[in-house]
C-alpha cells in the first residue's frame, strides 16, 4: 500500500529539548515536504527536498532542520523547540508536478 | 509570488443542500490546480485536479473548472452528505517551478442531519 507514514503522532516536549520527526515513504517519491497547520494559516511550507542530498527553505524554515540522506527519508530536526512550534505538523511526497501524498500528521506540544 | 485564495469558513449546511467554496489563484506560469479534503484527525487526501484550462476535475460527487479567465477553481457539489464534514484546501502547483506547492487557509464545512 502506497503511504506516507510519519512518527511520532503525538508528542509533548520542553522547551529546548532537541527532537526529531521522523517521515517515510514507500512510492519512490522524489519529492518531499515538511508542512505545519495552524489555525486560520492553512498550510505553510517548511522545507522541501527535490531529491536526496537536495532541500531547501519553504515559507517558515526558521528553527527547523531537514536531510534527506536516503530517498525514501526526510526527518524533520527541531534542535531547540521553542512553544512557538507547537502545531500540526505534515509530511508529504509525490512526484514532481504531481498531487501530493500526505502522512496522518505529527501533533507537536511544547511547553 | 503566486497564491491561493480561498472563501472563510466555516460554512454550514443542511444535508442535500448545495455547496459552493471559491478558490482564487494567481500564478505567473501554468499551475495545476488541486482540491484536497482532511478529515478530522488525518492527512490531506487528493479530492480532485485539473491541469489546464476549462479542465473539470471531479470525484465523488465534486467538482471544479479550472477557469483562467476568472482565475477560479471553485468547488461545487449538488447535495452534500453528513460524511462530507471536513475542511477542504484548494491548492496549486506551478510547472516552471515544480518544488513550489501553495495551499489556501482551508475551508471548514459542516452538514448536519
Known amino acids: 500500500e502506497a503511504q506516507v507514514t510519519q512518527n511520532p503522532r503525538y508528542l509533548i516536549t520542553v522547551t529546548g529539548k532537541k527532537l526529531t520527526v521522523t517521515c517515510s515513504q514507500n512510492m519512490n517519491h522524489e519529492y518531499m515536504s515538511w508542512y505545519r497547520q495552524d489555525p486560520g494559516l492553512g498550510l505553510r511550507q517548511i522545507y522541501y527536498?527535490?531529491?536526496?542530498?537536495?532541500?531547501d527553505k519553504g515559507d517558515v524554515p526558521e528553527g527547523y532542520k531537514v536531510s534527506r540522506k536516503e530517498k525514501r527519508n526526510f526527518p524533520l530536526i527541531l534542535e531547540s523547540p521553542s512553544p512557538n512550534q507547537t502545531s500540526l505538523y505534515f509530511c508529504?511526497?509525490?512526484?514532481?508536478?504531481?498531487?501530493?501524498?500526505f502522512g496522518d500528521g505529527t501533533r507537536l506540544s511544547i511547553l | 509570488g503566486d497564491s491561493v485564495t480561498q472563501m472563510e469558513g466555516p460554512v454550514t449546511l443542511s444535508e442535500e443542500a448545495c455547496l459552493t467554496i471559491n478558490c482564487t489563484y494567481t500564478a505567473t506560469g501554468y499551475p495545476s490546480l488541486f482540491w484536497y479534503v482532511q478529515y478530522p484527525g488525518e492527512g490531506l487526501q487528493l479530492l480532485l485536479k485539473?491541469?489546464?484550462?476549462?479542465d473539470k476535475g471531479s470525484n465523488k460527487g465534486f467538482e471544479a473548472t479550472y477557469r483562467k479567465e476568472t482565475t477560479s477553481f471553485h468547488l461545487e457539489k449538488g447535495s452534500v452528505q453528513v460524511s462530507d464534514s471536513a475542511v477542504y484546501f484548494c491548492?496549486?502547483?506551478?510547472?516552471?517551478?515544480?518544488?513550489?506547492?501553495?495551499f489556501g487557509t482551508g475551508t471548514r464545512l459542516k452538514v448536519l442531519a
Open positions: 491548492a496549486l502547483s506551478d510547472l516552471t517551478d515544480i518544488s513550489k506547492y501553495i
Open positions: 508529504a511526497s509525490s512526484a514532481p508536478g504531481q498531487p501530493q501524498h
Open positions: 485539473a491541469t489546464k484550462a476549462d
Open positions: 527536498s527535490m531529491n536526496v542530498e537536495v532541500t
